[in-house]
């Protein structure tokens, strides 16, 4: 099957730590994106990547760091320096310069 | 300039009624307008999409209506089921396809 699988589904952290979350996609596609969502607040974009060993800040991405060192893999790594981590991050891929992006089932990450 | 406004923020229609979400652009560089689907816990998927060089685009009970001087689009479900029952957002993009600006999504209930 060709998708965007996230992993975890649901994870816990105590506050303080870092995490990552993963995001892999087989659709053969350059580009990657981390969104999060919040009640009320749409999908905001976090980080994003055009090809391997590129990527660019996004709307909200303090305290948050991104890596792109292979096509299908975009991790996601929250710090201790991300005031209010809790959140559904959504993890997206795209051909570039085509405008349709195809979601990850998504992580929902609760700091305790 | 790059923030996509979308009411309402919750809608509750009734079986067999037609549903209407509004979104509001104001960069007129924004060339691509779709609209995505989320079911709860899962990554939102596109539902259908429009140009700027049509007024209205049509995929069975799905329309999306575009009116370029106002830089409003609308989505209209007609005959809504309760299947329908979910989160939906508008997305505007520049021709680039670099990244997605949503709304802030409106929860959608079709009562039986």
């Known amino acids: 099957d060709g998708g965007i699988t996230q992993s975890p589904k649901y994870l816990f952290r105590k506050e303080g730590q870092n995490v990552t979350l993963s995001c892999e996609q087989n659709?053969?596609?350059?580009?990657m994106y981390w969104y999060r969502q919040d009640p009320g607040q749409g999908l905001r974009l976090i980080y994003y990547s055009q090809i391997v060993n590129d990527f660019q800040k996004g709307d909200i991405a303090e305290g948050y760091s991104v890596s792109r060192e292979k096509k299908e893999s975009f991790p996601l790594t929250v710090t201790s320096a991300q005031k209010n981590p809790t959140a559904f991050y959504l993890c997206a891929s795209s051909i570039p310069n085509m405008d349709t992006q195809y979601f990850g089932p998504g992580t929902r990450l609760t700091v305790l | 300039q790059q923030q996509v406004k979308q009411s309402p923020q919750s809608l509750i229609v009734q079986k067999g009624g037609i549903s209407i979400i509004n979104c509001a652009y104001e960069n007129t560089a924004f060339d691509y307008f779709p609209w995505y689907q989320q079911f709860p816990g899962k990554g939102p998927a596109l539902l259908i999409a429009?140009?700027?060089?049509?007024s209205e685009k049509k995929e069975g009970r799905f329309t999306i209506s575009f009116n370029k001087s106002a830089k409003q689009f609308s989505l209209h479900i007609m005959d809504s089921q309760p299947g329908d029952s979910a989160t939906y957002f508008c997305a505007a993009s520049m021709t680039s396809g670099s990244r997605l600006t949503f709304g802030e999504g409106t929860q959608l209930t079709v009562n039986p």
């Open positions: 429009i140009r700027p060089d049509v």
């Open positions: 659709l053969n596609h350059d580009a």
